[in-house]
């Protein structure tokens, strides 16, 4: 009778071992494969406006410089961009959401740039 209730305990600390295991797995293949999913990162440097007349209308280009970083694992692209202007720092709710993005600039080269942006 004792080796059998002996068996008994170490297949339930087998199996409970096991469990924790592939609790861990679990938790390491979500994390690894929230970094292998497309993700950029923007930090803003800096921006500036230049306001102009033209046709009896005032307008305003805004300039924003900033660098892009593929934060991801494995290489891919940037298709559009928008401007958001998010409301509170959880990024819950947007105060404003544009487009038209005139160009893109490398600011070393000066060189313009065009969609989509291969990283």
Request: net charge positive; hydrophobic share 35%.
């Amino acid at each position: 009778m004792g080796s059998l209730n002996t068996t008994k305990l170490i297949v339930d600390a087998i199996l409970k071992l096991g469990s924790l295991a592939g609790l861990a797995g679990i938790v390491y293949q979500i994390h690894n494969n929230r970094k292998m999913r497309p993700q950029f990162q923007f930090t803003f440097e800096s921006s500036y406006a230049e306001f102009f007349d033209k046709d009896k209308l005032k307008y305003c280009n805004y300039h924003f410089q900033g660098i892009f970083k593929n934060s991801s694992l494995t290489p891919n692209s940037i298709v559009r961009l928008y401007l958001t202007v998010w409301d509170n720092k959880k990024k819950g709710s947007v105060l404003r959401f544009g487009h038209g993005v005139k160009e893109i600039k490398d600011t070393n080269t000066q060189e313009k740039m065009y969609l989509p942006l291969r990283f």
